[in-house]
């Protein structure tokens, strides 16, 4: 099984911050990563796909970048909306594997 | 408006079964592959199984293999998830999501349904 790792687990940051969440693949899984967001209590949300591409509807103060093994997610100018658990996950192959998830909390 | 919605959530004891569903409306059905995802309480995503658009392939995770079946009724716009010797590690909010591409095995996922709590406990 690919193993996923996020960094760090819990990030505090203010509004009109710029964050970055780094997520390193066990094994090369080219640009085939996912981002989500997650707010309590609430399904996932795609954010980014295919390591750097932004999902329909998404703000586009979310970006991705990387391939192989290491991947970023940023946001530019953190919003209050923006407060939540995000989630890498890689689709290079099954038994497809998530990242640990990373808190973003308001400092 | 697209939508999934599970059910068939609930209580049951250590070694019971139960079957969940997921009921897709808003879109062509049975061009999706369709997933079971879970997350456990105050935990992380887990991917579960991976049923193909036609049924004709499927996956699980090292965990269910061999306890749950994925499976889907394409005439009735439903994917299920059938699971036997329930642990209570099972216990987790059971998801149903969509792959973003028709006919794609190998997709992430554009859909999510709101979620059905599986608590395993005697």
């Given at each position: ?107 | ?21 997921c ?6 059905f049975?061009?999706y592959a369709m997933h079971w ?11 579960v199984a991976v049923i193909s658009y036609d049924g004709s392939d499927k996956y699980y ?7 749950f079946t994925i499976s889907r009724h394409n005439?009735?716009?439903?994917l299920y998830l ?14 149903c999501a969509r792959v ?5 095995f ?17």
């Open positions: 099984d690919i193993q996923m790792t996020q960094s760090p687990s819990t990030l505090s940051a203010s509004v009109g911050d710029r964050v970055t969440i780094t997520c390193r693949a066990g094994q090369s899984i080219s640009s085939w990563l996912a981002w989500y967001q997650q707010k309590p209590g609430k399904a996932p949300r795609l954010l980014i796909y295919k390591a750097s591409s932004l999902e329909s509807g998404v703000s586009s103060r979310f970006s991705g970048s990387g391939s192989g093994t290491e991947f970023t997610l940023t946001i530019s100018s953190l919003q209050p909306d923006d407060f939540a658990t995000y989630y890498c996950q890689q689709y290079n192959g099954y038994p497809y594997t998530f990242g640990q998830g990373t808190k973003l909390e308001i400092k | 408006q697209v939508h999934l919605v599970e059910s068939g959530g609930g209580v049951v004891q250590p070694g019971r079964s139960l079957r969940l569903s009921a897709a409306s808003g879109f062509t049975s061009r995802v879970r997350q456990a309480p105050g935990k992380g995503l887990e991917w995770a090292d965990s269910v293999k061999g306890r005439s009735k716009n439903t059938q699971m036997s010797s329930l642990r209570a590690e099972d216990t987790a909010v059971y998801y973003a591409w028709e006919y794609d190998h997709s992430t996922f554009d859909l999510w349904g709101q979620g059905t709590v599986v608590t395993v406990s005697s």
